[in-house]
Nanobody
Framework: VQLVESGGGLVQPGGSLRLSCAAS????????MSWYRQGPRPERELVAF????????NYTDSVKGRFTISRDNAKNTVYLQMSSLKAEDTAVYYC?????????WGQGTQVTVSP
């Protein structure tokens, strides 16, 4: 299983970024995919998840109305569109899948929101 995130960077408050996570090594279309982030606190926070065919999507309260998770099963890719970014969104963002009872993570992509 391999997950490769991209799309992070430095953005001003109020700006937008789109993160991508390219997946391989498993049947992507049949698994729930999640985005987590890790900021100053040591624990990773679940930001959003999307079920296998997008039938169910959930967001943490702090990003509702600003972030959108989506997936393209033909491209084995999950996305996180982030808008109206705030300083508190600054974190390393990770893609996650639970496959065969084990959590897999990408290397992470840094998002920094700063003037």
């Amino acid at each position: 299983v391999q997950l490769v995130e991209s799309g992070g960077g430095l953005v001003q408050p109020g700006g937008s970024l789109r993160l991508s996570c390219a997946a391989s090594g498993f049947t992507f279309g049949t698994y729930r995919m999640s985005w987590y982030r890790q900021g100053p606190r040591p624990e990773r926070e679940l930001v959003a998840f999307i079920t296998s065919f997008g039938g169910h999507i959930n967001y943490t309260d702090s990003v509702k109305g600003r972030f959108t998770i989506s997936r393209d099963n033909a491209k084995n890719t999950v996305y996180l569109q982030m808008s109206s970014l705030k300083a508190e969104d600054t974190a390393v963002y990770y893609c996650n899948v639970r496959y065969m009872g084990r959590d897999y993570w990408g290397q992470g992509t840094q998002v920094t929101v700063s003037p």
